[in-house]
């Protein structure tokens, strides 16, 4: 293919997938049975409930995707308002209020609505842009402390303007890491909720929290009653069959057909995660050249792909928080291992030096604690969480031995 006609072809290619980006709303395949729970939850709220969710599981796992999809759900279907709020800014309650109500106004969906409620924030609103999109609230300690305080009136306020034309409110909380610290922020929450149930008074509210296990157990030990106030959500791992739905319909948008064998590798590799389902996928699209994906376009991408998600998720934390060439001696003969094994401790310990094996326990619960590799349900026997991490792991190997020879 010439230069200049490869160039162009690249630059008419559209990939479907989004890696590190929660996945757009048109995009949005699969977790059925979550979101007819989720619907539910609206219908519910529809009716004047307050109904409080936590979507839950780990990394990578598509807990703001999904969380996204209903909340545009929520707004298409059932003629609903919402936010989506990342609180990893957030440091204190007073920001947590900010931002959702920021949000809000900037999420109504046509002017008029926003005519109807701006008097509300008056005091509170910095600045606005011509077209009342772009919404810049104050930073005045005084008065956001104001804001806190009067957070559930002022949301009852701003529903009272709409509901001629609205029926309910979504607020979906992400990026808990720093927030779910701060004990004040698991009492305000129950206080919400306990408020909106005592005063006998309904207020059409969805709130959706997101995060990992441990900020749910984090809040829960700030407020048990946490534990009470949401249902939960916990996302797995999508099945095989899922996972090969999942491609085979993505690639079908481009019209892009998959070979067996091919499909087999990429299901096998990305474990289920839509996150490392996405990085997968766009980097074999970008591998094909014909819009047919066989089992080499596979091969080179998955490589590709380890390459990404070893640079992007575990470079940074795993390479930086193991220092020590040691434990980097150890993690690369476990990366020697055939990928997929599970490996015994006691195996490993025979492959090592007598230094290895002295710390290998304690290299063992560090890289346990950055979500690398997992225990099974076999005494001491451990697996790398997702197939990437471990082909990264082996690839890293590879070629540090290809350093040492030359």
Known sequence: ??????????????????????????????????????????????????????????????????????????????????????????????????????????????????????????????????????????????????????????????????????????????????????????????????????SGKKLPLLLILVGIPERREKMIKHQPSVARIFDIIDLAPMNKEETEDFFRKMFGRQNISIEPEAISSMVDLSGGFPTLMHEVGDAIFWEDKDNKIDEEDARYGIIDAAENVGRKYLAPQVYKAIGSETYRSILRKIGDLPLGTNFQRREILKKMSEEEQKTFDNFLQRIKRLGIINETEIRGEYRFVNQLYHLYVMLEAFKFRERQRS
């Open 1 to 198: 293919m010439e230069e200049k006609t490869k160039f162009l072809w690249i630059t008419q290619k559209e990939s479907p997938f989004t890696p590190g980006r929660p996945v757009p709303i048109e995009y949005f395949i699969a977790r059925i049975k979550e979101i007819e729970r989720l619907e539910r939850a609206i219908k519910q709220a529809s009716s004047g409930r307050n109904e409080n969710i936590f979507i839950m599981g780990e990394r990578g796992i598509g807990k703001s995707s999904l969380a996204g999809f209903i909340r545009y759900v929520a707004q298409k279907d059932y003629q609903f308002i919402g936010a989506h709020c990342s609180l990893g800014s957030a440091r204190n309650l007073d920001e947590v209020c900010r931002l959702i109500f920021q949000k809000l106004l900037q999420e109504l969906p046509d002017k008029n609505l926003f005519e109807k409620v701006k008097d509300i924030f008056g005091k509170y609103i910095k600045n606005i842009d011509l077209l009342g999109m772009n919404i810049e609230f104050t930073t005045s300690k005084d008065e956001l402390d104001n804001l806190r305080l009067n957070f559930l009136p002022t949301l009852r306020s701003l529903f009272s303007k709409i509901q001629n034309e609205k029926k309910g409110i979504t607020v979906v909380l992400d990026d808990l890491n720093g927030i779910a610290d701060i004990s004040d922020f698991s009492f305000f929450l129950k206080s919400i909720v306990d408020e909106i149930a005592t």
